[in-house]
């Protein structure tokens, strides 16, 4: 079935440095991508779309400049986490749509999400 | 606009006993719905979904759930509990057209009791 795999799955890093988060397809092309943001036990907000070849698509109150994304190929999408602070602190998760429709979950499938710490 | 209620952050149920884990959802048209399932720091997986078709709707896991269009309800079920069962589920909305983004309930923490 199809795959999603993201890395890392954790990081930690210093204020004010940037982080990348991948999020690849693997057996399948994914022309839309998403990221979303979870807080402890809370549900996930979708930060963005993304689809390949085009700028993303942000969420009403997600900071672009903070949260860039990238979508330059279509097994490919990066979430740069930039001048991060303790506040972006959290579990961030991509999700791929297969534009084949796939078997599982209608044509999306989850990656395994990175927890980012800012410390 | 979309959006889907689980009305219980937790449900505390004995192994070996049925459980239900409630969700409700509005939408403008057909809905798509989903359950999704969440182990600690790992992302979603899929337990089932609703596109058309039998209102009762078979998963993995053992787990079902119950279409009811007149109470807006998409309910997720199981027979009998196990332990294994203690995770976090998630009921989703997914637009029918557009960009297919998933609406997600606040989740429920299910607790099986061994």
């Known amino acids: 079935g199809a795959v999603v795999s993201q890395h890392p799955s954790w990081v930690i890093c210093k204020s004010g440095t940037s982080v990348k988060i991948e999020c690849r397809s693997l057996d399948f092309q994914a022309t839309t991508m998403f990221w979303y943001r979870q807080f402890p036990k809370q549900s996930l907000m979708l930060m963005a779309t993304?689809?390949?070849?085009?700028?993303?698509?942000?969420e009403q109150g997600v900071e672009k400049d903070k949260f860039l994304i990238n979508h330059a190929s279509l097994t490919l999408s990066t979430l740069t986490v930039t001048s991060a602070h303790p506040e972006d602190s959290s579990f961030y998760i991509c999700?791929?749509?297969?534009?084949?429709?796939?078997?599982?979950?209608?044509?999306?499938?989850f990656g395994s999400g990175t927890r980012l710490t800012v410390v | 606009a979309q959006s889907v209620a689980q009305p219980e952050d937790q449900v505390n149920v004995a192994e070996g006993n049925p459980l239900t884990v409630k969700c409700t959802y509005s939408v403008s048209g057909n809905p798509y719905l989903f359950w999704y399932v969440q182990y600690p720091n790992r992302g979603l997986q899929f337990l089932l979904k609703?596109?058309?078709?039998?209102?009762l709707v078979k998963g993995s896991y053992g787990f079902e759930a119950e279409f009811n269009k007149s109470q807006t309800s998409f309910h997720l079920k199981k027979p009998s509990a196990l332990v294994s069962d203690s995770a976090l589920y998630f009921c989703a909305v997914r637009e029918a057209s557009g960009t297919y983004k998933y609406i997600f309930g606040t989740g429920t923490r299910l607790k099986v009791l061994a």
């Open positions: 999700s791929a749509r297969d534009p084949e429709g796939g078997s599982i979950g209608y044509g999306y499938t």
């Open positions: 993304s689809n390949e070849g085009s700028k993303a698509t942000y």
């Open positions: 609703y596109i058309t078709g039998d209102n």
